[in-house]
RNA sequence: UCCGCAGUAGCUCAGCUGGUUAGAGCAUCUGACUGUUAAUCAGAGGGUCCGGGGUUCAAGUCCCUGCUGCGGAGCCA
């Protein structure tokens, strides 16, 4: 038996059908009646199409049905397809019948403008709208791009646990839960550790999966519960990692512009920014970037004793915060890697720089037009000596990382990784002003309904 | 956590130096119209002015306090 689904005609396929009767199954976006017209903007999650109805060419019932519709109705609409030049997407539905499924009454989210609060109470109902449909088709867009670019270039994917019982980068940011006889668990902030242990047993792995972080950041681009794909490879050293990293990054956005073109536009982006993104980026060192700040007076704010504010030249070894990032960041088209940062901001487990011990092997991708960090990544430290000294030296509980250490004991190898945020990357390439946007259901510090 | 801002109709907001019965647009409902795209035109209904306390002859408006939300910083992807 050939299942019913497998007969639906949808929006986005329309093209396809012209002259053809159709039915098409959805809720109705909006509508205008005008005399004897009843005009029905009907959506169905692949596109939205305007539905015409001519009251003397059907029954009074029928009428009186399309009539009676309201906002967000469900209804199936049979209907012939037919080009036409004034409608966006080329095509319009003559009606000759409509079925109400279900009639809405009073649906919040009108066509007008909304305040953030209110969309965010109905997030729910707002990812309904226009803006957030072409938002979240390009999140699905960027993760198929993710996954196609590891899997068709030798990466097998091996997911890590969200259960944890240990920090990887200090334990102030953990969401705790408890975990039968055992104590505390956490949910886990990064999925590396884990992949280094798969890297070495599959050689190119990746991870991808949601991450946690309880920090109180209330900004833009902070959520508390975000995705990360995070590979990390075997035998990579800084280099390679940086090369891979611009490789999935470009991949990535020429990808979205390739299958993208309309959400981009719903959107109002500015496509050739994007198209822009091509290898090589741009990569400095983390000390030209301090003497590029000083160079053109990016100043730091520092708080004095007596709680007053001043500022000062940016001291090596200070880690970025977002002005600085930003300011970098004003004489760039396409993305930026910075890298050896003071290994003093930076975690345990990356390596040394043999020429300069006073930076790790680390890097930072920024992206252009004010989005910021979207890659976090490093060499990491393949010494087991080296390694339990900085695990110490941060006071990390030894014991817990007793099976982290023994990849340096059994064959340990040089490796690299970085981790990308999934959401501030989808921020970037849609334009979205605010992370809450580029997630369903966003985690934030004030908001965990709906 | 710190700094700043806001809360008035279903939504977005206006409301002056404290002074009559708190306003507008949209949304909703009724009517007109064969091409609307945030339609237009005519009409109707719609209020715990965030909660509590205070000052005053009089508080949406001033003061104190609590709650909620927003923007930013730090930290980070």
Redesign the pocket.
Same mark, same amino acid.
Not at 444 to 447: C, D, P, T, V
């Given at each position: 038996m050939v299942s019913r689904y497998k007969s639906f005609v949808y929006v986005e396929d329309l093209s396809r059908h012209i002259g053809e009767q159709v039915t098409l199954r959805g809720w109705v976006y909006?509508?205008?009646?005008?005399?004897?017209?009843v005009?029905i903007?009907l959506r169905d999650g692949s596109g939205t199409v305007?539905c015409?109805l001519?009251k003397?060419n059907v029954d009074e019932a029928i009428a009186e049905a399309a009539a009676q519709l309201?906002?967000e109705s469900s209804v199936e609409i049979i209907g012939t397809v037919?080009a036409?030049e004034?409608?966006?997407g080329g095509v319009?539905l003559?009606v000759q019948d409509v079925r109400i499924h279900q009639l809405s009454?009073?649906?919040?989210i009108?066509?007008?403008?909304?305040?953030?609060?209110?969309?965010?109470e109905h997030r729910h109902l707002w990812l309904r709208s226009t803006r957030q449909h072409a938002i979240m088709r390009v999140r699905a867009q960027v993760v198929k791009a993710i996954r196609d670019f590891f899997d068709g270039n030798g990466f097998k994917l091996q997911d890590s646990p969200i259960f944890t019982p240990n920090a990887c980068?200090?334990t102030?940011?953990l969401f705790e839960t408890d975990y039968f006889d055992l104590g505390k668990a956490y949910l886990t902030?990064?999925g590396q550790l884990y992949a280094e242990a798969t890297a070495m047993a599959l050689g190119r792995v990746y991870t991808f999966g949601p991450?946690f972080?309880a920090?109180?950041?209330?900004?833009?681009?902070?959520?508390?519960e975000?995705w990360?794909v995070e590979p990390e490879m075997a035998w990579f050293d800084l280099n390679d990692d940086m090369d891979l990293a611009e490789d999935l990054v470009e991949y990535i956005v020429q990808h979205v512009l390739a299958t993208s073109q309309r959400e981009l536009l719903a959107l109002g982006r500015d496509i050739s920014k994007l198209e822009k993104v091509r290898r090589p980026f741009h990569r400095m060192s983390y000390s030209e970037a301090v003497e590029w700040l000083n160079a053109n007076n990016v100043k730091?704010?520092r708080k004095q004793a007596d709680g007053t504010e001043i500022q000062v030249d940016f001291p090596w070894g200070?880690? &970025? !915060?977002?002005?600085? @990032?930003?300011a970098l960041m004003t004489q760039f088209e396409k993305p930026c890697i910075i890298h050896r940062y003071p290994s003093e901001?930076?975690?345990f487990y990356m390596k040394r720089d043999p020429e300069d011990s006073r930076v790790v092997l680390a890097m930072?991708?920024l992206a252009p037009e004010g989005a910021?960090?979207?890659?976090?990544?490093s060499q990491r430290e393949d010494d087991h000596d080296a390694l339990l000294a900085r695990l110490r030296h941060e006071q990390l509980p030894e014991e817990a990382f007793q099976w982290y250490l023994d990849l340096r004991k059994f064959g340990s190898v040089p490796h690299a990784g &970085? !981790?990308?945020?999934? @959401?501030?990357t989808v921020k970037w390439i849609t334009g979205a002003?605010?992370?809450?946007e580029v997630i369903p259901f966003p985690r934030?510090?004030?908001?965990i309904v709906p």
């Open positions: 909006d509508k205008t009646a005008k005399g004897k017209l005009f903007k305007q015409v001519f003397p309201t906002q037919r036409e004034r409608a966006p319009e003559d009454a009073n649906y919040p009108t066509p007008k403008e909304h305040g953030v609060e209110f969309l965010m980068e200090g102030s940011t902030q990064s991450t972080r920090e109180k950041s209330k900004t833009r681009r902070h959520l508390t975000f990360m730091l704010n200070e880690d &970025f !915060g977002a002005p600085q @990032e930003e901001v930076k975690a930072d991708m910021g960090e979207i890659i976090g990544g &970085f !981790g990308l945020g999934l @959401e501030r002003e605010h992370i809450r934030m510090i004030y908001r």
